[in-house]
């Protein structure tokens, strides 16, 4: 019998929290914000991206990779936006603040997605001490950012790198914001996926990005559901 990876076992965590929530609020009664954040997510997380390479910059299979993981990410951020429209409707998000800053860090330590994202930097950080190159190629990708976005959010992006030195703890937005950082810089700035660093140390980079706000969300999405479950 295989084993679900732990990526599997969170969404069938998910999916079961959120299939008992709608049983029991009724086909007509799913907030219509529930329903889009789960279609954006299904949507983003099923997603397979590939290029011919015939017209496309994208010869070798690393690059191929590179892109292919830089829109997937992409779409995971739009999901993120959906579950944001979610929290609005429940009046649980902070919407003055900028978008990688509207969930509260009260849900955010109470869903444990702070520790989820604690794990990540950690294993960067030891990529970033052990390994010369991906630290180079890290701090050229920071500098890439600070030139390419707002102050604030630029802040956010380099305290990693305090947090790696240890001149600094972590605010529990970092990640929302590198990513927030990359759409932007991505869509608006017209940046490559290569963002200046090797492409094989990028796609470590996206990887862990991807894996984690992913859990991330579902573990998010199902411990509100879990509370709009115990309300009921």
Not at 54 to 64: E, H, L
Request: hydrophobic fraction near 40%; charged fraction near 25%; proline fraction near 1%.
């Amino acid at each position: 019998m295989r084993v679900m990876t732990s990526f599997e076992s969170y969404f069938y965590e998910y999916e079961i929290s959120f299939n008992n929530y709608t049983s029991l609020l009724q086909d007509e009664n799913i907030p219509r914000e529930l329903r889009l954040f789960d279609i954006r997510f299904r949507l983003a997380i099923d997603l397979i991206v590939d290029y011919m390479g015939n017209v496309s910059y994208t010869k070798t299979p690393v690059v191929k990779r590179n892109y292919a993981q830089q829109m997937k990410l992409m779409e995971l951020w739009n999901s993120y936006e959906a579950f944001i429209k979610y929290l609005d409707y429940l009046s649980l998000s902070k919407r003055n603040k900028a978008k990688y800053q509207q969930i509260s860090l009260a849900l955010i330590k109470d869903s444990g997605v702070d520790e989820l994202f604690l794990q990540c930097f950690e294993q960067l950080k030891k990529l970033y001490s052990d390994d010369a190159k991906f630290k180079q190629d890290y701090d050229e990708y920071i500098k890439r950012i600070q030139r390419g976005v707002r102050a604030k959010l630029a802040e956010s992006c380099a305290r990693s790198i305090s947090y790696f030195n240890g001149a600094e703890e972590l605010s529990g937005y970092e990640l929302f914001a590198l990513i927030y950082a990359e759409r932007n810089l991505f869509y608006h700035n017209g940046e490559s996926a290569k963002l200046g660093m090797n492409y094989n140390r990028r796609n470590i980079l996206l990887s862990k990005y991807y894996e984690n706000f992913a859990l991330g969300m579902m573990r998010l999405a199902k411990y509100i559901i879990k509370q709009q479950v115990d309300s009921l």
